[in-house]
């Protein structure tokens, strides 16, 4: 079989022991790497010997030939090979002919999917933006990803996908069961750190976490030409009768959709409706889009006079650091409880229970409040809910106002750690979104909450929001201790310092970069990146491609 620039055969292991050798000479040290290039040889032998052979003759003559045969792939599957002629031509001469219309202005990039198969589409994206932007994109994959479920979904213009490391932190229990944290992130010693405050919160009591409030918003604004109009209806809306009218358009457009209240606020001759709903499983903003636009159809035939300006209008308040979100809360409003008990303070976080109430109330309550932050009484709380929100699929702008926590130290009359963190805006959902793709889908699984709960619709979504208030309560303990014990810094000094740089140009690393046509940034051209794409994508025994 052919990879990419070196050819690669399963009936040649010699040739392959020396490509893996080359490739991996700059990646793994020589003590590992003759065993790892053993066992992937091993490997890529026991396919091919499983593999279907050729068999030509009838059935009285039946001859097996020696020579693997690579199954044909699914046209559906978006790695598909694309070999077959097109209109007369083959697949690189049509490739070269979309390209040069890219090129030419003549077809736009956003339209080739109409054109190829998604990873096909991918690929001519990728050359044609290397090609404007001369640079080379051989660090960024792009081979073997659902394209499919991604595009029109999750993102446009696609040319690639950047893998972020996932770790784990755990278990901790939270409402009597023990559970695994999944934490997609690039900053050393946070997964550390979270994974010494579930162990702390093990030895304790546990976290005991509940939804206290659940409601979606979305708030258009109507503005009138006449005071007295624009009063009219803010009266209107208040009526009861006028309410189930509107809820009824309202939850028209989905089952999951249920309007709870509307809050109109009136700013001179401008009205804010401030939609509120559960939306299920959901985070919900699609769906109560969706409906409070069918509800402000019927306000239009009620109010002819009023003009809707937009149908959000900053009230909701999505995205934003806001104080109406957290008076009244927006998504799942969170509390989350522990105790520690003064010894596991003591010998496990190596400081006190005085000195962590101390520092935590001139840290939060004081400092806090004196720089006049909004949802900012805490130590951490975004490095949890960005991590947990990469990791399951979560809108990672709406981190902005679903890590506004308020964190609370207290001693117990016990002299026990008492840890509570309120959180107002959690922002999230186990359906819709990123949640549809397969990597977000097998992390929320392990904590059991992928997908809707259709008979009790909301309690998937209600259990993640707690799930991820009780990390941020682990981060929290964590890292105050840390402050207190000066580790903080030794930690990251530790951690999340890359030595990468420092002896990227040692003698050594030069030697073998020139050796294998790296340049000195230590990112491989593209005959590496090629070939390894191409190993990967012949390795079809699956313990072949997860020693790659």
């Given amino acids: ?116 198969k998604p990873e096909r589409a991918v690929g001519l994206r990728r050359r044609f933006v290397e090609a404007k932007t001369g640079t080379q994109l051989d660090s960024l994959p792009f081979v073997g990803y659902n394209y499919e479920h991604v595009n029109g979904a999750c993102c446009e213009n696609i040319i690639g996908y950047v893998p972020i490391p996932v770790g784990i932190a755990g278990p901790i229990t939270i409402n009597g069961e023990e559970l695994y944290l999944p934490l997609a992130t690039t900053e050393g010693a946070l997964v550390a750190s979270i994974n010494r405050g579930c162990k702390v919160i093990s030895s304790g009591t546990g976290v005991t976490a509940i939804v206290t409030n659940d409601g979606m918003t979305r708030a258009p604004m109507i503005v009138f030409d006449s005071l007295a109009e624009a009063v009219a209806l803010y009266e209107w809306v208040q009526v009861p009768t006028n309410f189930q009218l509107l809820k009824i358009e309202f939850e028209s457009t989905s089952r999951f959709a249920k309007l709870l209240r509307i809050e109109p606020d009136l700013e001179g001759k401008i009205l804010y409706l401030r939609f509120v709903a559960t939306t299920g499983d959901a985070m919900g903003m699609n769906m109560i889009s969706k409906a409070v636009q069918a509800a402000m159809e019927l306000i239009k035939k009620q109010f002819p006079m009023g003009r809707v300006l937009a149908l959000s209008g900053n009230h909701c308040v999505d995205k934003k650091a806001a104080g109406i979100n957290w008076i009244h809360g927006r998504g799942k409003s969170v509390i989350a409880s522990t105790t520690i008990p003064a010894e596991v303070v003591r010998t496990q976080l190596k400081t006190t229970v005085d000195a962590l109430v ?130 903080l810094v030794k930690s990251h000094m530790m951690h999340n310092r890359s030595t990468r740089d420092l002896h990227a140009n040692t003698d050594t690393n030069l030697a073998r970069q020139a050796m294998l046509n790296i340049p000195s940034n230590g990112l491989p051209h593209s005959k590496t990146t090629k070939m390894v794409e191409g190993i990967k994508k012949y390795a079809k025994h699956s313990n072949c491609a997860n020693m790659l």
């Fill in 1 to 116: 079989m052919s990879v990419a620039n070196g050819t690669l055969a399963s009936s040649e292991p010699a040739e392959l022991s020396h490509k893996l050798n080359e490739l991996l000479t700059f990646y793994v040290g020589d003590d590992n790497r003759e065993e790892l290039v053993q066992r992937i040889t091993a490997c890529f032998s026991e396919a091919a010997s499983s593999s279907t052979k050729f068999v030509v003759g009838d059935d009285g003559s039946d001859v097996s030939s020696d020579d693997t045969v690579i199954e044909p792939e699914s046209t559906s599957d978006a790695t598909a090979h694309e070999e077959e002629l097109t209109n007369g031509f083959s697949v690189d001469d049509e490739n070269e002919s979309l390209f040069r219309l890219l090129q030419d202005g003549k077809l736009k990039q956003r339209e080739l999917e109409k054109r190829v």
């Fill in 358 to 487: 101390e520092c935590a109330n001139a840290k939060f309550h004081i400092g806090t409040s004196t720089v006049t932050t909004i949802g900012g009484w805490n130590a951490q709380s975004a490095n949890v809910v960005a991590a947990m929100f990469i990791a399951l699929g979560q809108d990672a702008a709406q981190v902005v106002s679903s890590s506004m926590c308020l964190t609370d130290f207290r001693k117990t009359k016990d002299g026990d750690l008492d840890v509570t963190c309120t959180m107002k805006c959690l922002e999230v959902g186990t359906v819709g979104g990123g949640t549809i793709l397969a990597p977000q889908q097998a992390t929320l699984r392990m904590l059991k909450c992928c997908g809707p709960d259709l008979q009790n619709p909301g309690h998937n979504a209600k259990r993640l929001a707690t799930i991820i208030c009780s990390a941020v309560v682990a981060g929290e303990i964590s890292l105050m201790a840390a402050l207190l014990t000066d580790d």
